[in-house]
């Protein structure tokens, strides 16, 4: 017999064939595509694994497409640990409407090795004189937009550096103008606010967000019983135990449907622990502060308001780490007074890991 290939998937910024769209994406898509967009600059925000990556890549995909390309859309997908500015410059210098102009040596061939190393230091000290990624980036730019091109710039899981400061810098420039230039990242809360709090940075703070969030308990359930062949019941059962994260979601799919037919409920569960806490819950409680920490490992035993401020050193604080954890997507109000955590057995991972 076929072996029939899983639907869910545990891979980066890949939702599988069991993908539920919540349309997250379909905000950005629909602003850009007015002729007078409100935005020009979108932040996809949410907590890691739920999905930001795969809402940027919806974005991506769209813009490509053979439609969008004639229309005179130009996509680049950089990457945040390198130079984005510097890479822009590079992936649109390679565009045909590109004429820039290139250094290049007369060097005669029967000349000496030592006249030649000379001869290509004059002309990279003169490269270096006249170089600039801002100036470049300029003339490009003015190039694209008189062939009615329109850019789209996206960076996935962006943080404040040297290079991406600079690049917002540059980048403000244009919107002032209104040029069809748009730009669209993915990021934690605590990153992107840190990179909007720099000086000369008030467009990126100001900037519209999506808030990538829970997955509909609905979609997930319909989407268990179609992928898995099991009842409604069951679907159900296995949805609620996700809390609508979408790592979750596929990680406890993915189980079921390998090991459904070797290992109980309650054995599976042990295994999506495991990869849950591993995968994604060690690295979430890693860029926590100490005070989200304390807030947290408190949260364990309490969550109503009136006995957490008893158990913190300084109650005083509780009001900004409550509001950092809930931005972070961590916890979440449940009734006035109470909140809970959003993330499924994320309690049981601070109760016994940190």
């Known amino acids: 017999m076929k072996a029939q290939q899983n639907p869910f998937t545990h891979s980066y910024g890949n939702a599988g064939k069991a993908y539920i769209d919540m349309e997250?994406?379909?905000?950005?898509?629909?602003?850009?595509?007015?002729?007078?967009?409100?935005?020009?600059?979108?932040?996809?925000?949410?907590?890691?694994?739920?999905?930001?990556?795969?809402?940027?890549?919806?974005?991506?995909?769209?813009f490509r497409t053979p439609t969008l390309v004639e229309d005179g859309w130009l996509v680049y997908d950089l990457s945040s640990a390198r130079d984005p500015l510097h890479t822009l410059v590079a992936f649109l210098a390679k565009e045909d409407f590109s004429h820039i102009n290139r250094v290049t040596s007369n060097v005669h061939i029967g000349a000496s090795m030592g006249i030649l190393n000379a001869e290509m230091q004059r002309i990279t000290q003169k490269e270096d004189l006249y170089y600039d990624d801002e100036a470049k980036l300029d003339i490009l730019l003015n190039l694209a937009?008189?062939?009615?091109?329109?850019?789209?710039?996206?960076?996935?899981?962006i943080s404040k550096s040297e290079a991406m400061v600079a690049f917002c810098s540059v980048y403000a420039k244009y919107i002032r103008i209104s040029s069809p230039f748009y730009f669209v990242c993915t990021g934690l809360f605590s990153n992107l606010n840190s990179l909007g709090n720099v000086r000369n940075l008030t467009f990126f703070k100001r900037s519209a967000y999506v808030e990538v969030g829970a997955l509909s308990e609905v979609s997930i359930t319909m989407k268990y019983k179609k992928f898995l062949a099991i009842d409604m019941p069951e679907a159900r059962k296995l949805a609620s135990l996700t809390k609508g994260y979408a790592y979750a979601y596929q990680v406890l799919g993915s189980l079921y449907f390998e090991k459904k037919d070797e290992e109980s409920l309650e054995a599976l569960m042990e295994d999506f622990d495991e990869e849950l806490f591993r995968q994604s819950y060690e690295k979430i409680w890693e860029e926590l502060t100490e005070g989200e920490h304390t807030l947290a490992r408190i949260l364990v035993d309490t969550k109503k308001r009136a006995d957490i401020l008893q158990k913190m050193e300084k109650p005083k604080n509780y009001s900004a780490y409550r509001s950092s954890l809930m931005k972070n997507g961590i916890i979440r109000e449940r009734r006035r007074g109470e909140v809970e955590f959003t993330l499924p057995h994320f309690e049981e991972y601070v109760r016994y890991f940190t």
């Open 24 to 62: 997250w994406s379909k905000k950005v898509i629909d602003n850009f595509l007015f002729e007078e967009p409100s935005e020009f600059v979108y932040k996809i925000v949410g907590v890691r694994g739920s999905g930001k990556t795969v809402v940027l890549s919806d974005i991506i995909r769209y």
């Open 145 to 157: 937009f008189e062939k009615k091109k329109k850019i789209l710039v996206c960076v996935d899981d």
